[in-house]
């Protein structure tokens, strides 16, 4: 079984990937990863002209030896470089197979992303698509920062929130938007427990539905 899980930043996402992997006994991919550990190679070429050439070699030379840093991978700063890298083509192009080859796996996945239901995954048997309110998804993000020790200023992490989730759904190559299939889960008002809860359910009926049950 094969389950898509995609939404804009900090709705839940993972955290409902890692909960369904669990409870499914499936292998999880957080692709996100992928595109902060591109952003994160390059993040000297920020302001340069070769940050573009740059980022698509170094999406090219990804291996999973460098996920490990979650720190680093899942700060702020780095979320903002992986949408920028994001939007380069080649850059998505390089990183398709990695994430087609973990979606192959013969016991199935769990991927989460944007363009998991859309684009790397279109047959999956399960899409969910994850929304929650902008205020919310910042609070959240504050608090995670938080519990690592970060000094969150709310006023610029929304607007930097904001700007990334823009730069996502406008993003040509990008296949970040709801899938015709996919389920919406609005975790606004659920607690994490309430959310797994919601998308087992959506995944059991759907399953069942497809079995003929
Ligand atoms: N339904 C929820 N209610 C409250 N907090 C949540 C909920 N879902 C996730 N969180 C918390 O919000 C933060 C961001 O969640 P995460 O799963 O990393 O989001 P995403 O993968 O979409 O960026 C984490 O600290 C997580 O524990
Ligand atoms: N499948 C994916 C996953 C992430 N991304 C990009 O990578 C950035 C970081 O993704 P993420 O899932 O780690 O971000 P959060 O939602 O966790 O904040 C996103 O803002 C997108 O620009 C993408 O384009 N496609």
């Not at 079984?1 to 930043?9: F, N, S």
């Not at 902060?36 to 000297?44: D, H, K, S, W």
């Not at 919310?136 to 700007?163: F, N």
């Amino acid at each position: 079984m094969i389950i898509a899980v995609d939404g804009p930043a900090a709705s839940g996402k993972g955290t409902l990937a890692t909960g369904l992997a669990r409870h499914y006994g499936l292998p999880h991919l957080d692709t996100g990863l992928l595109y902060r550990a591109v952003g994160l190679a390059v993040a000297t070429y920020m302001d340069s002209t070769m940050f573009e050439a740059a980022a698509i070699a170094a999406a090219r030379a990804l291996d999973a030896t460098q996920l490990g840093d979650i720190e680093a991978l899942t700060s702020a700063e780095t979320g903002v470089l992986a949408s920028k890298v994001a939007v380069i083509a080649d850059v998505r192009k390089a990183l398709f197979d990695f994430q087609r080859q973990f979606a192959q796996n013969p016991v199935g996945a769990v991927l989460d992303g944007r363009d998991i239901g859309t684009v790397i995954c279109p047959d999956a048997d399960v899409k969910l698509f994850i929304r929650a309110d902008s205020k919310a998804r910042m609070e959240r993000r504050a608090r995670q920062l938080e519990k690592r020790g970060a000094v969150v200023d709310r006023y610029a992490l929304y607007h930097q929130i904001e700007e990334r989730d823009a730069r996502d759904m406008l993003n040509p190559h990008g296949g970040f938007y709801q899938a015709q299939d996919a389920h919406l889960l609005d975790t606004t008002l659920l607690d994490i427990e309430a959310a797994l809860r919601a998308a087992i359910a959506i995944v059991d009926r759907t399953m069942a539905l497809k079995a003929g049950g």
